[in-house]
């Protein structure tokens, strides 16, 4: 179930109270202003791409977490923890190393190496450390292949809440939904999709802070929550919750290690002003990841509290789980700031994939087959406006298609990138042979294995994900080709590669 499924089943009169109703037009009118200051500035290529590298470090870390935390940490995230319990607390558990990891091993390399390279997309960093445009070439194909499910994924979703909300049926809310995110976008590029990501994250932020204050109140604190779940079921509690041990780990491993490999958030990397100030960026983000995360962990235990106590029925849908808590108990100007969380959170991660899908097609696939386009920014501009229309489009199909598509995007991004982004920047052994084999096996494993799936023919052992077996097979692929091409490996890095490497 989508987002804007999980509030338009839970209740459709609701949503339309009119402070909820006005609280998303205020957001709207602030986007909107972003937008028209953003396309002022907005003068070239680099403006458009990766905003002038103009970025101060808390906007960009308070950007980053906005483009990481999507619908899901709002909707689906509580509906995990009220399914399965503390085992869900495995995704959110690795953002207390992921973020040191992307400052230590990523964004100073990626920032330096920009400086020095001219660099503005993530398969441009890869071409320059493997010096093969077949390398930025394939990691930008696999980019767009997962690009394209997630843009059309939260379309649909947005289009759904923005139905619930105005009635304004389910295809215009998709076009309106498309149309709202697009007008920033292709005009004020990355730069109205950065201070937009800020206000979205601190709109997610506060509302996140508020929603917890009142899942405390309304359940007798922690401890409340504690012994009325612990009262009816201990595994609900227990260490790895309800999930088999070997399962939570793997979401561990996949969104600890995957999460250097997610483009929409190591693009930012090449925006900051000034790269010395990266000592701020682990605690600045995992600061505002954590706040944000409140409500991700605290409405799903709340509301299996509720429902333990007797206080709430049973919950038809686990995505239930955060409409039905906050149209419960709290304010209707409370529901308001969730259901806009709610809207800033997909909206955020579409404009992210909106850049770097346009940067891929403009940018990187012409460098793949040795040619450079003219005037990047009015072709960037134009390529946004195609995918966005052909993301849309897609959208309407609102049933198992769009689901399928969105599903893998996450490992996919960590089966494709990890190896040759995050451990080429930092292993000098590493070849050109070796980052193209593991890119390759992390597409055709991850489309492969999701499909057997899809279509039941096939299935890992219990506890086995998809995108941990394809991002540690990818990883493997990338060791054992390096090591057999390891001769090659200090004439394919260049000495002001070299240089970034070392520092």
């Not at 990691?139 to 105005?166: E, H, K, Q, W």
């Not at 009325?228 to 491993?253: E, H, N, Q, R, T």
């Not at 995992?286 to 029925?313: E, H, I, K, N, Y």
């Not at 692929?477 to 070392?502: G, K, P």
């Amino acid at each position: 179930m989508t987002v804007g499924q999980a509030l338009l089943q839970a209740a459709p009169a609701a949503l339309r109270h009119p402070a909820i109703i006005g609280t998303a037009l205020v957001y709207f009118v602030v986007v909107g202003a972003i937008g028209i200051w953003a396309t002022r500035r907005t003068k070239s290529a680099g403006d458009f791409f990766i905003a002038g590298k103009g970025i101060g470090v808390v906007t960009l870390a308070i950007a980053a977490m906005a483009s990481t935390l999507s619908g899901f940490a709002f909707i689906g995230g509580p509906g995990l923890v009220y399914s399965v319990g503390t085992g869900a607390v495995f995704i959110v558990l690795s953002a207390s190393i992921t973020n040191t990891l992307g400052a230590w091993v990523l964004a100073k390399r990626m920032r330096l190496l920009g400086e020095a390279r001219g660099l503005i997309t993530v398969p441009d960093a890869i071409g320059a450390r493997f010096r093969s445009p077949a390398a930025q070439g394939l990691s930008a194909i696999a980019m767009l292949v997962a690009i394209i499910g997630y843009m059309a994924t939260n379309f649909l979703a947005l289009g759904l809440v923005i139905d619930a909300m105005f009635g304004t049926g389910l295809s215009l809310g998709i076009w309106l939904a498309m149309l709202v995110t697009l007008s920033y976008t292709v005009t004020g590029g990355i730069l109205a999709g950065v201070y937009t990501d800020l206000f979205e994250g601190l709109v997610k932020t506060a509302a996140s802070v508020t929603v917890f204050y009142y899942v405390l109140t309304a359940s007798g604190g922690l401890t409340g929550i504690s012994r009325a779940i612990g009262a009816v079921d201990d595994a609900f509690m227990g260490p790895w919750g309800k999930m088999p041990a070997m399962s939570a780990l793997s979401l561990f491993f996949v969104f600890g290690l995957g999460s250097l490999g997610q483009p929409h958030v190591a693009h930012k990397f090449y925006m900051l002003r000034d790269p010395r100030r990266l000592k701020w960026y682990p605690l600045l983000m995992s600061a505002a990841m954590a706040l944000t995360l409140l409500l991700f962990v605290g409405v799903g235990m709340a509301v299996r509290a509720q429902v333990a106590l007797g206080a709430m029925p049973p919950l038809a849908r686990a995505d239930d789980a955060t409409p039905a808590f906050v149209l419960g108990f709290t304010p209707s100007a409370v529901a308001g700031l969730v259901f806009s969380g709610v809207i800033a959170a997909g909206m955020s991660t579409v404009n992210s994939f909106m850049n770097i899908g346009a940067a891929a097609i403009t940018h990187d696939l012409p460098r793949a087959l040795g040619r450079r386009v003219d005037n990047e920014l009015r072709w960037g501009r134009a390529w946004t406006l195609v995918l966005s229309i052909a993301a849309a489009l897609l959208a309407q199909v609102s049933g198992t298609l769009v689901a399928f598509l969105g599903i893998f995007g996450y490992g996919l991004f960590a089966a494709t990138l990890v190896p040759s982004l995050a451990i080429g920047l930092n292993w000098k052994g590493a070849t050109r042979e070796g980052a193209i084999a593991s890119i390759a096996t992390g597409l055709v494993l991850t489309l492969a294995l999701e499909t057997l799936g899809y279509f039941k023919v096939f299935s890992l052992p219990a506890g086995v994900t998809v995108s941990g077996m394809s991002l540690l097979l990818s990883l493997l692929v990338f060791f054992v080709v390096s090591w057999t091409t390891r001769a090659r490996a200090a004439e394919q890095l260049d000495a002001d590669v070299r240089v970034v490497m070392e520092i």
